[in-house]
């Protein structure tokens, strides 16, 4: 069975870090991708990064490039998402979500995305 645990959230100021990560289990194809999604308060789910266990290839969404970076350690089966320059509109439930399609092909659509895990809340203040 295919389990995500989304873990790393809290409270910031803006400018500061924060850093999530998604812990997986349960995966058996070496192509799988991991992303990570985000959801505000009456905003719909956005899909920020991704990246592919295979080679590492990623996504970033134009909303959070070149603050934040997302890594896997394949060894943990756990990817992380560095959030540095955080700011205010980065309030959200974060979700980390599986597809086994490549990440530089599904990218940030939900569609493709068929094993989540529960979100964890980021708050930032101003």
């Known amino acids: 069975e295919v389990q995500l645990q989304a873990s790393g959230g809290g409270l910031a100021e803006a400018g500061g870090s924060l850093r999530l990560s998604c812990a997986a289990s349960?995966?058996?194809?070496?192509?799988?991708?991991i992303g990570w999604f985000r959801q505000a308060p009456g905003k719909e789910r956005e899909g920020i990064s991704c990246?592919?266990?295979?080679?590492?290839?990623?996504y970033y969404a134009d909303s959070i490039k070149g603050r934040f970076t997302i890594s896997n350690d394949n060894a943990k089966n756990t990817v992380y998402l560095q959030m540095n320059s955080l700011k205010p509109e980065d309030t959200a439930v974060y979700y980390c979500?599986?597809?086994?399609?490549?990440?530089?092909?599904?990218?940030?659509?939900?569609?493709?995305?068929?094993?989540w895990g529960q979100g964890t809340q980021v708050t930032v203040s101003s």
């Open positions: 979500a599986r597809t086994p399609r490549p990440c530089t092909v599904v990218r940030g659509f939900q569609y493709f995305y068929d094993y």
């Open positions: 349960g995966f058996t194809n070496d192509d799988d991708a």
């Open positions: 990246i592919s266990a295979s080679d590492g290839s990623t």
